[in-house]
């Protein structure tokens, strides 16, 4: 069966469909929005991302679509507070193509990379809610608390990795699904550590929330490797970020462009 945006947004509706929902389908974007009709709250979904999904991963892709839209629908009519719950509080890493706010709210975040922005997160167990000005002011907060308290929590984290060689270079995955493995990359004292053990050239990517790699570079046909491996993950993740890979050297990040077979810029 050939897949297309008006058989993706029906398969999605049938899904998600609920008396207190409606369903807004944008055919310029090729966007559907799922809103609770009580708050106006509500998430966007990108019917191509998905739809490529689904022609790798079929049924696996709608399913984590149908979950992802269920968790944020619910989380976003929990009442948040910050006061008490400053260990739950991590940074996220998006694109810069990501919206810089939800609903008309300001979103919480900051500048990182040419590629990449942090936001931030009260984590909720099974989901996490971008904390946005309104709480922030609500709760009386300094954004700059907000940043000591996730950079602080971010540190708290598993940073235990599976290792993997091919063609002579070593690749390191931090994948512990738990919505912060690529937050990992703003762990400043692991990336330190990962650099004394490095023998080659350090890269690093983030190509979806659930995946941080680490690579020793010892070759050309490593970056090669590299960029292959980030855009297969990127076209799989369930929140993509970035396809580019970056160099690491004295704690500063170097986007790396691959040309050609092993010629990088």
Same mark, same amino acid.
């Given at each position: 069966?050939?897949?297309?945006?008006?058989?993706? @947004?029906?398969?999605?509706?049938?899904?998600?469909?609920?008396?207190?929902?409606?369903?807004?389908?944008?055919?310029? %974007?090729?966007?559907?929005?799922?809103?609770?009709?009580?708050?106006?709250?509500?998430?966007?979904?990108?019917?191509?991302?998905?739809?490529? @999904?689904?022609? *790798?991963?079929?049924?696996?892709?709608?399913?984590?679509?149908?979950?992802?839209?269920?968790?944020?629908?619910?989380?976003?009519?929990?009442?948040?507070?910050?006061?008490?719950?400053?260990?739950?509080?991590?940074?996220?890493?998006?694109?810069?193509?990501?919206?810089?706010?939800?609903?008309?709210?300001? *979103?919480?975040?900051?500048?990182?990379?040419?590629?990449?922005?942090?936001?931030?997160?009260?984590?909720?167990?099974?989901?996490?809610?971008?904390?946005?000005?309104?709480?922030?002011?609500?709760?009386?907060?300094?954004? %700059?608390?907000?940043?000591?308290?996730? *950079? #602080? !929590?971010?540190?708290?984290?598993?940073?235990?990795?599976?290792?993997?060689?091919?063609?002579?270079?070593? #690749?390191? #995955?931090? %994948?512990? !699904?738990?919505?912060?493995?690529?937050?990992?990359? *703003?762990?400043?004292?692991?990336?330190?550590?990962?650099?004394?053990?490095?023998?080659?050239?350090?890269?690093?990517?983030?190509?979806?929330?659930?995946?941080?790699?680490?690579?020793?570079?010892?070759?050309?046909?490593?970056?090669?490797?590299?960029?292959?491996?980030?855009?297969?993950?990127?076209?799989?993740?369930?929140?993509?970020?970035?396809?580019?890979?970056?160099?690491?050297?004295?704690?500063?990040?170097?986007?790396? #462009?691959?040309?050609?077979?092993?010629?990088?810029?």
């Amino acid at each position: 069966m050939k897949m297309d945006s008006i058989k993706m @947004k029906k398969e999605l509706e049938n899904r998600l469909q609920s008396p207190n929902r409606t369903f807004i389908y944008n055919k310029k %974007n090729d966007q559907l929005r799922i809103e609770n009709k009580e708050t106006g709250k509500g998430i966007t979904i990108s019917l191509p991302g998905v739809i490529a @999904k689904w022609e *790798l991963q079929k049924e696996k892709a709608i399913d984590a679509v149908v979950y992802y839209v269920e968790k944020g629908l619910q989380a976003m009519v929990e009442q948040l507070q910050l006061e008490g719950h400053e260990k739950r509080i991590f940074p996220v890493i998006r694109s810069t193509s990501f919206p810089t706010s939800q609903d008309e709210v300001q *979103l919480l975040h900051d500048p990182h990379t040419a590629e990449t922005r942090i936001y931030y997160a009260l984590d909720m167990d099974k989901t996490y809610r971008l904390i946005d000005e309104n709480l922030l002011a609500k709760e009386g907060w300094d954004r %700059n608390r907000i940043k000591e308290i996730a *950079l #602080f !929590n971010v540190r708290s984290l598993s940073t235990e990795t599976k290792r993997d060689e091919v063609a002579g270079n070593f #690749f390191y #995955f931090l %994948n512990k !699904n738990d919505g912060y493995d690529a937050s990992r990359l *703003l762990n400043d004292a692991f990336l330190r550590e990962m650099e004394q053990n490095i023998t080659g050239k350090m890269a690093v990517a983030v190509p979806h929330q659930d995946v941080l790699i680490i690579a020793d570079i010892q070759n050309d046909t490593g970056y090669d490797i590299l960029a292959q491996m980030t855009m297969s993950f990127f076209t799989e993740g369930r929140v993509p970020i970035t396809a580019l890979s970056f160099l690491y050297e004295n704690g500063e990040l170097e986007p790396i #462009f691959i040309l050609g077979k092993n010629k990088k810029k």
